[in-house]
Protein backbone atom coordinates (compact mmCIF):
# COMPACT_ATOMS: atom_id res chain seq x y z
CA UNK A 1 0.00 0.00 0.00
CA UNK A 2 0.93 3.46 -1.20
CA UNK A 3 2.05 5.42 1.85
CA UNK A 4 0.38 8.69 2.40
CA UNK A 5 2.51 12.39 2.02
CA UNK A 6 0.95 15.14 3.31
CA UNK A 7 3.27 17.67 0.89
CA UNK A 8 2.10 14.93 -1.89
CA UNK A 9 -0.02 17.10 -4.85
CA UNK A 10 -2.93 15.28 -4.99
CA UNK A 11 -3.19 15.51 -1.29
CA UNK A 12 -2.85 18.85 -0.58
CA UNK A 13 -5.38 19.42 -3.24
CA UNK A 14 -7.55 17.65 -1.94
CA UNK A 15 -7.76 18.79 1.51
CA UNK A 16 -8.03 22.32 0.08
CA UNK A 17 -11.05 21.78 -1.55
CA UNK A 18 -11.95 20.38 1.92
CA UNK A 19 -10.86 23.27 3.69
CA UNK A 20 -12.75 25.76 1.61
CA UNK A 21 -16.19 23.84 2.22
CA UNK A 22 -15.42 24.08 6.00
CA UNK A 23 -14.80 27.64 5.66
CA UNK A 24 -18.15 28.05 3.83
CA UNK A 25 -19.21 32.06 4.59
CA UNK A 26 -22.14 29.99 7.14
CA UNK A 27 -19.72 27.21 8.38
CA UNK A 28 -19.75 27.84 11.93
CA UNK A 29 -23.43 28.96 11.75
CA UNK A 30 -24.24 25.23 10.42
CA UNK A 31 -21.54 23.59 11.89
CA UNK A 32 -23.88 24.52 14.87
CA UNK A 33 -27.03 23.42 13.21
CA UNK A 34 -27.78 19.99 13.60
CA UNK A 35 -29.65 19.16 10.04
CA UNK A 36 -26.08 21.35 8.55
CA UNK A 37 -23.82 19.52 10.56
CA UNK A 38 -25.10 15.92 9.50
CA UNK A 39 -25.27 17.30 5.73
CA UNK A 40 -21.68 18.15 5.97
CA UNK A 41 -20.57 15.03 7.89
CA UNK A 42 -22.82 13.11 4.94
CA UNK A 43 -20.48 14.85 2.10
CA UNK A 44 -17.37 14.75 3.79
CA UNK A 45 -17.81 11.20 4.26
CA UNK A 46 -17.91 10.41 0.44
CA UNK A 47 -14.98 12.73 -0.07
CA UNK A 48 -13.16 10.19 2.21
CA UNK A 49 -14.58 7.39 0.55
CA UNK A 50 -14.08 8.28 -2.91
CA UNK A 51 -10.23 9.50 -2.03
CA UNK A 52 -9.75 6.49 -0.56
CA UNK A 53 -11.09 4.36 -3.63
CA UNK A 54 -8.99 6.43 -6.29
CA UNK A 55 -5.76 6.38 -3.69
CA UNK A 56 -4.21 2.98 -1.94
CA UNK A 57 -3.61 5.31 1.03
CA UNK A 58 -5.70 3.53 3.31
CA UNK A 59 -6.16 3.99 6.97
CA UNK A 60 -3.15 7.02 6.82
CA UNK A 61 -5.65 9.17 4.81
CA UNK A 62 -7.84 9.69 8.22
CA UNK A 63 -5.04 9.94 10.38
CA UNK A 64 -3.47 12.81 7.99
CA UNK A 65 -6.96 14.51 7.25
CA UNK A 66 -7.56 14.49 11.37
CA UNK A 67 -4.44 16.30 12.12
CA UNK A 68 -4.30 18.89 9.03
CA UNK A 69 -8.08 20.03 9.76
CA UNK A 70 -7.82 20.28 13.77
CA UNK A 71 -4.72 22.37 13.13
CA UNK A 72 -6.57 24.33 10.46
CA UNK A 73 -9.64 24.79 12.55
CA UNK A 74 -8.73 24.40 15.86
CA UNK A 75 -12.30 26.62 17.28
CA UNK A 76 -14.13 23.32 15.68
CA UNK A 77 -14.77 20.05 16.82
CA UNK A 78 -15.45 17.21 15.13
CA UNK A 79 -12.24 16.38 13.30
CA UNK A 80 -10.76 13.20 15.64
CA UNK A 81 -9.86 10.46 14.33
CA UNK A 82 -12.73 8.20 15.49
CA UNK A 83 -15.04 10.94 14.28
CA UNK A 84 -13.79 10.72 10.98
CA UNK A 85 -13.91 7.23 11.00
CA UNK A 86 -17.51 7.96 12.16
CA UNK A 87 -18.09 10.17 9.51
CA UNK A 88 -17.09 7.38 7.06
CA UNK A 89 -18.91 4.41 8.28
CA UNK A 90 -22.10 6.65 8.25
CA UNK A 91 -22.17 7.78 4.61
CA UNK A 92 -21.35 3.71 3.65
CA UNK A 93 -24.07 2.69 5.29
CA UNK A 94 -26.61 3.56 3.82
CA UNK A 95 -25.08 3.86 0.02
CA UNK A 96 -24.63 0.22 0.31
CA UNK A 97 -26.84 -1.58 -1.45
CA UNK A 98 -29.46 -3.71 0.74
CA UNK A 99 -30.64 -6.48 -1.90
CA UNK A 100 -29.22 -6.90 -4.97
CA UNK A 101 -29.72 -4.36 -7.36
CA UNK A 102 -31.52 -1.99 -5.40
CA UNK A 103 -29.85 0.91 -3.35
CA UNK A 104 -30.70 1.82 -0.10
CA UNK A 105 -31.13 5.24 -0.96
CA UNK A 106 -33.77 4.30 -3.90
CA UNK A 107 -35.31 2.56 -1.18
CA UNK A 108 -35.57 5.45 1.25
CA UNK A 109 -37.16 7.52 -1.56
CA UNK A 110 -39.74 4.98 -1.93
CA UNK A 111 -41.06 4.84 1.85
CA UNK A 112 -44.16 6.48 1.28
CA UNK A 113 -44.96 5.16 -2.67
CA UNK A 114 -44.84 1.01 -0.87
CA UNK A 115 -47.77 1.14 1.87
CA UNK A 116 -49.34 -1.73 0.25
CA UNK A 117 -45.80 -3.51 0.84
CA UNK A 118 -45.09 -2.88 4.34
CA UNK A 119 -48.43 -3.23 6.18
CA UNK A 120 -46.26 -5.31 8.15
CA UNK A 121 -43.31 -3.11 8.75
CA UNK A 122 -42.39 -0.70 11.76
CA UNK A 123 -41.94 2.09 8.66
CA UNK A 124 -45.57 1.73 7.87
CA UNK A 125 -46.21 4.38 11.18
CA UNK A 126 -44.40 6.65 8.92
CA UNK A 127 -47.24 7.70 6.28
CA UNK A 128 -45.60 10.03 4.35
CA UNK A 129 -41.85 10.36 5.63
CA UNK A 130 -41.25 12.90 2.50
CA UNK A 131 -43.24 15.66 4.80
CA UNK A 132 -41.17 15.27 7.58
CA UNK A 133 -38.07 16.09 6.02
CA UNK A 134 -39.28 18.67 3.39
CA UNK A 135 -37.82 22.02 5.80
CA UNK A 136 -34.66 21.19 5.60
CA UNK A 137 -34.08 21.35 2.42
CA UNK A 138 -35.83 24.82 2.66
CA UNK A 139 -32.77 25.55 5.53
CA UNK A 140 -29.91 23.59 4.38
CA UNK A 141 -27.13 25.60 4.15
CA UNK A 142 -24.87 24.71 0.62
CA UNK A 143 -21.29 24.35 1.58
CA UNK A 144 -20.07 22.63 -1.28
CA UNK A 145 -20.61 25.45 -3.69
CA UNK A 146 -23.15 28.56 -4.46
CA UNK A 147 -25.14 26.09 -7.14
CA UNK A 148 -25.89 23.58 -4.29
CA UNK A 149 -27.84 26.14 -2.42
CA UNK A 150 -31.09 25.86 -4.88
CA UNK A 151 -30.00 22.06 -5.67
CA UNK A 152 -32.36 19.69 -3.92
CA UNK A 153 -30.98 17.94 -1.05
CA UNK A 154 -31.45 14.15 -1.22
CA UNK A 155 -33.75 12.87 0.70
CA UNK A 156 -31.43 10.24 2.30
CA UNK A 157 -29.46 13.25 3.70
CA UNK A 158 -32.65 14.72 4.74
CA UNK A 159 -33.94 12.22 6.92
CA UNK A 160 -31.14 11.19 9.00
CA UNK A 161 -30.15 14.82 9.18
CA UNK A 162 -33.69 15.51 11.34
CA UNK A 163 -31.21 13.90 14.37
CA UNK A 164 -28.51 14.72 16.08
CA UNK A 165 -25.21 13.27 15.10
CA UNK A 166 -24.82 11.34 18.43
CA UNK A 167 -28.51 9.35 18.11
CA UNK A 168 -26.76 8.79 14.03
CA UNK A 169 -23.88 7.10 15.21
CA UNK A 170 -25.89 4.69 17.72
CA UNK A 171 -28.17 4.26 14.35
CA UNK A 172 -26.01 2.85 11.82
CA UNK A 173 -23.53 1.38 14.28
CA UNK A 174 -26.15 -0.89 15.61
CA UNK A 175 -28.61 -1.60 12.58
CA UNK A 176 -28.64 -4.25 10.85
CA UNK A 177 -30.08 -2.84 7.64
CA UNK A 178 -31.39 0.32 6.51
CA UNK A 179 -34.88 -1.19 7.55
CA UNK A 180 -33.76 -1.24 10.51
CA UNK A 181 -32.30 2.31 10.86
CA UNK A 182 -35.21 4.00 8.78
CA UNK A 183 -37.54 2.60 11.85
CA UNK A 184 -35.35 3.73 14.47
CA UNK A 185 -34.78 7.40 12.76
CA UNK A 186 -38.65 7.36 12.37
CA UNK A 187 -39.34 6.40 16.04
CA UNK A 188 -36.60 8.84 17.44
CA UNK A 189 -38.34 11.67 15.56
CA UNK A 190 -41.53 10.90 16.59
CA UNK A 191 -41.14 10.31 20.45
CA UNK A 192 -38.32 12.92 20.91
CA UNK A 193 -35.99 10.30 21.95
CA UNK A 194 -32.80 11.50 24.45
CA UNK A 195 -29.66 9.62 23.08
CA UNK A 196 -30.04 7.43 26.35
CA UNK A 197 -33.56 6.34 25.58
CA UNK A 198 -32.70 5.48 21.61
CA UNK A 199 -29.92 2.88 23.22
CA UNK A 200 -32.29 1.42 25.31
CA UNK A 201 -34.43 0.84 22.52
CA UNK A 202 -32.22 -0.77 20.91
CA UNK A 203 -30.49 -2.93 22.94
CA UNK A 204 -34.29 -4.46 23.59
CA UNK A 205 -34.63 -4.81 20.20
CA UNK A 206 -37.74 -2.26 19.74
CA UNK A 207 -37.24 -3.08 16.02
CA UNK A 208 -37.82 -6.72 16.21
CA UNK A 209 -40.76 -6.97 19.14
CA UNK A 210 -42.92 -4.11 17.52
CA UNK A 211 -46.32 -4.81 16.14
CA UNK A 212 -45.54 -8.55 16.27
CA UNK A 213 -48.13 -9.36 19.37
CA UNK A 214 -50.85 -11.78 18.55
CA UNK A 215 -54.07 -10.06 17.70
CA UNK A 216 -57.91 -10.02 15.87
CA UNK A 217 -57.22 -6.70 14.92
CA UNK A 218 -57.61 -7.45 11.17
CA UNK A 219 -61.18 -8.89 11.92
CA UNK A 220 -62.42 -6.45 14.77
CA UNK A 221 -61.04 -2.97 13.42
CA UNK A 222 -61.44 -0.66 10.66
CA UNK A 223 -58.41 -1.15 8.23
CA UNK A 224 -57.57 2.72 8.90
CA UNK A 225 -57.33 1.75 12.76
CA UNK A 226 -56.01 -2.05 12.64
CA UNK A 227 -53.16 -1.35 11.49
CA UNK A 228 -52.02 1.31 13.95
CA UNK A 229 -53.35 -0.34 16.60
CA UNK A 230 -50.76 -3.47 15.46
CA UNK A 231 -48.05 -1.41 14.95
CA UNK A 232 -48.90 -0.27 18.70
CA UNK A 233 -48.25 -3.60 20.53
CA UNK A 234 -44.51 -5.25 21.13
CA UNK A 235 -44.22 -9.13 21.70
CA UNK A 236 -42.28 -9.19 24.30
CA UNK A 237 -42.82 -6.70 26.79
CA UNK A 238 -39.62 -6.18 28.09
CA UNK A 239 -39.90 -4.49 32.11
CA UNK A 240 -36.41 -4.38 32.84
CA UNK A 241 -36.74 -1.84 35.83
CA UNK A 242 -38.91 -4.35 37.96
CA UNK A 243 -37.03 -7.21 40.27
CA UNK A 244 -39.28 -9.96 40.76
CA UNK A 245 -39.56 -13.32 41.20
CA UNK A 246 -40.85 -15.75 38.69
CA UNK A 247 -43.54 -17.02 41.36
CA UNK A 248 -44.52 -13.21 42.04
CA UNK A 249 -48.55 -12.37 41.86
CA UNK A 250 -49.82 -10.03 39.66
CA UNK A 251 -50.45 -7.68 42.18
CA UNK A 252 -46.89 -7.63 42.69
CA UNK A 253 -46.05 -6.59 39.14
CA UNK A 254 -49.27 -4.47 39.00
CA UNK A 255 -47.43 -2.52 42.13
CA UNK A 256 -43.88 -2.36 40.59
CA UNK A 257 -45.37 -1.41 37.08
CA UNK A 258 -47.24 1.75 39.09
CA UNK A 259 -44.18 2.85 41.13
CA UNK A 260 -42.50 2.55 38.13
CA UNK A 261 -44.56 4.27 36.00
CA UNK A 262 -42.71 6.41 34.02
CA UNK A 263 -40.90 3.90 32.48
CA UNK A 264 -43.90 1.42 31.95
CA UNK A 265 -45.70 4.12 29.98
CA UNK A 266 -42.09 4.01 27.68
CA UNK A 267 -42.20 0.68 27.36
CA UNK A 268 -45.94 0.69 26.21
CA UNK A 269 -44.71 3.42 23.67
CA UNK A 270 -45.89 6.91 22.67
CA UNK A 271 -49.56 7.78 23.62
CA UNK A 272 -50.54 5.89 26.66
CA UNK A 273 -52.04 7.64 29.14
CA UNK A 274 -52.60 6.08 32.72
CA UNK A 275 -56.26 6.05 34.24
CA UNK A 276 -56.12 3.70 37.23
CA UNK A 277 -55.20 0.57 38.16
CA UNK A 278 -57.64 -2.18 39.61
CA UNK A 279 -59.89 -0.17 38.20
CA UNK A 280 -63.66 -0.18 39.50
CA UNK A 281 -66.84 -1.32 37.67
CA UNK A 282 -70.23 -2.41 38.39
CA UNK A 283 -72.17 -5.14 36.42
CA UNK A 284 -75.22 -6.51 37.38
CA UNK A 285 -74.76 -5.39 40.74
CA UNK A 286 -71.36 -6.95 40.99
CA UNK A 287 -68.17 -5.38 41.25
CA UNK A 288 -65.33 -6.22 39.20
CA UNK A 289 -61.86 -4.74 39.17
CA UNK A 290 -59.75 -4.22 36.15
CA UNK A 291 -55.74 -5.00 36.15
CA UNK A 292 -54.51 -1.19 34.42
CA UNK A 293 -56.62 0.83 32.40
CA UNK A 294 -54.96 3.32 29.83
CA UNK A 295 -56.31 5.91 27.04
CA UNK A 296 -54.68 6.29 24.42
CA UNK A 297 -54.21 9.52 22.35
CA UNK A 298 -53.30 8.04 19.05
CA UNK A 299 -55.92 5.11 19.11
CA UNK A 300 -58.32 7.90 20.66
CA UNK A 301 -59.35 4.53 22.59
CA UNK A 302 -59.61 2.72 25.87
CA UNK A 303 -56.58 0.12 26.61
CA UNK A 304 -57.84 -2.53 29.20
CA UNK A 305 -54.62 -4.72 30.25
CA UNK A 306 -55.10 -7.52 32.00
CA UNK A 307 -51.82 -9.28 33.67
CA UNK A 308 -51.06 -13.32 33.72
CA UNK A 309 -47.72 -14.34 35.61
CA UNK A 310 -48.53 -17.38 33.70
CA UNK A 311 -48.59 -19.38 30.50
CA UNK A 312 -51.44 -18.07 28.32
CA UNK A 313 -55.06 -20.07 28.64
CA UNK A 314 -57.89 -19.53 26.06
CA UNK A 315 -60.62 -18.36 29.25
CA UNK A 316 -58.13 -15.50 30.13
CA UNK A 317 -59.37 -14.21 26.36
CA UNK A 318 -63.30 -14.67 26.83
CA UNK A 319 -62.60 -12.82 30.93
CA UNK A 320 -60.71 -9.78 28.77
CA UNK A 321 -63.52 -9.94 26.42
CA UNK A 322 -66.00 -8.92 29.32
CA UNK A 323 -63.82 -6.16 30.29
CA UNK A 324 -63.83 -4.64 27.06
CA UNK A 325 -67.88 -4.71 26.60
CA UNK A 326 -68.29 -3.32 30.01
CA UNK A 327 -65.91 -0.28 29.10
CA UNK A 328 -67.69 0.26 25.75
CA UNK A 329 -70.61 0.32 27.22
CA UNK A 330 -69.84 2.56 30.77
CA UNK A 331 -66.96 4.82 29.58
CA UNK A 332 -66.54 4.95 26.13
CA UNK A 333 -67.47 8.37 24.79
CA UNK A 334 -69.26 8.84 21.26
CA UNK A 335 -66.05 10.30 19.76
CA UNK A 336 -64.14 7.23 21.19
CA UNK A 337 -63.19 4.38 19.14
CA UNK A 338 -63.89 0.83 19.99
CA UNK A 339 -61.64 -0.26 23.26
CA UNK A 340 -59.03 -2.47 22.89
CA UNK A 341 -57.47 -5.44 25.05
CA UNK A 342 -53.87 -6.55 25.86
CA UNK A 343 -53.35 -9.71 27.44
CA UNK A 344 -49.87 -9.78 28.77
CA UNK A 345 -48.53 -13.58 29.35
CA UNK A 346 -45.48 -14.81 30.71
CA UNK A 347 -46.03 -17.14 28.11
CA UNK A 348 -48.09 -18.29 25.37
CA UNK A 349 -48.64 -20.84 22.25
CA UNK A 350 -49.53 -18.86 19.17
CA UNK A 351 -51.35 -21.19 17.57
CA UNK A 352 -53.45 -21.87 21.03
CA UNK A 353 -53.85 -17.71 20.55
CA UNK A 354 -55.06 -17.44 17.17
CA UNK A 355 -57.57 -20.25 17.97
CA UNK A 356 -58.48 -18.37 21.16
CA UNK A 357 -59.46 -15.08 19.33
CA UNK A 358 -60.43 -16.45 15.93
CA UNK A 359 -64.20 -15.87 17.07
CA UNK A 360 -63.87 -12.91 19.12
CA UNK A 361 -65.26 -9.65 18.12
CA UNK A 362 -64.01 -7.36 20.67
CA UNK A 363 -60.39 -6.36 19.57
CA UNK A 364 -57.51 -8.17 21.85
CA UNK A 365 -53.65 -8.71 21.49
CA UNK A 366 -52.08 -10.91 23.16
CA UNK A 367 -48.53 -10.50 24.09
CA UNK A 368 -45.49 -11.95 26.73
CA UNK A 369 -43.69 -9.95 29.03
CA UNK A 370 -40.25 -10.15 30.75
CA UNK A 371 -38.80 -8.74 33.74
CA UNK A 372 -35.67 -9.29 35.61
CA UNK A 373 -36.14 -12.28 37.76
CA UNK A 374 -34.47 -12.84 41.25
CA UNK A 375 -33.99 -15.60 43.75
CA UNK A 376 -36.27 -16.13 46.75
CA UNK A 377 -34.71 -14.96 49.65
CA UNK A 378 -35.03 -18.95 50.52
CA UNK A 379 -32.39 -20.12 47.90
CA UNK A 380 -30.90 -17.32 48.04
CA UNK A 381 -29.97 -18.45 51.68
CA UNK A 382 -28.66 -21.49 50.75
CA UNK A 383 -26.51 -20.80 47.74
CA UNK A 384 -22.71 -20.12 49.29
CA UNK A 385 -21.19 -16.25 48.64
CA UNK A 386 -18.75 -14.89 46.84
CA UNK A 387 -16.15 -14.97 49.52
CA UNK A 388 -17.05 -19.23 50.66
CA UNK A 389 -15.97 -19.59 46.77
CA UNK A 390 -13.15 -17.77 46.92
CA UNK A 391 -12.29 -19.49 50.14
CA UNK A 392 -12.51 -22.82 48.52
CA UNK A 393 -10.27 -21.91 45.58
CA UNK A 394 -7.31 -21.22 47.79
CA UNK A 395 -7.97 -24.52 49.53
CA UNK A 396 -7.11 -26.39 46.28
Known amino acids: MESLNKFDI ?3 DWLSDIKSKVRGSQVKAALAANAELIL ?10 EKQQETNWGAGLINQLSVD ?12 ISNLKYIQAFYLFYNQPLVIGQQPVAQLENVENKNNAIVQQPVAQLENAQ ?7 QQAVGFLSEESKITPIP ?13 NILIFSKAKDIEEAIFYI ?3 IENGWSRDVLALQIKTALYQRQGKSVTN ?11 LAQQTLKDPYIFDFMMLTSEAKEKDIENQMVQHITKFLLELGKGFAFVGRQYAIEIADEDYKI ?9 KCYVVIELKNKKFAPEYAGKLNFYLSAVDDLLRGEDDKPTIGILLCRDKNNIAVEYALRDIVKPIGVSEFQFTEVLPDEIKSSLPTIEEIENEFKEL
Open 40 to 49: FYWELGKMIS
Open 10 to 12: GYK
Open 69 to 80: LKEEFPELGGFS
Open 291 to 299: DLLFYNIKL
Open 217 to 227: FKTTLPDSQSD
Open 155 to 167: FTQQFVAKIPWGQ
Open 131 to 137: TLVTEIS
Open 186 to 188: QQT
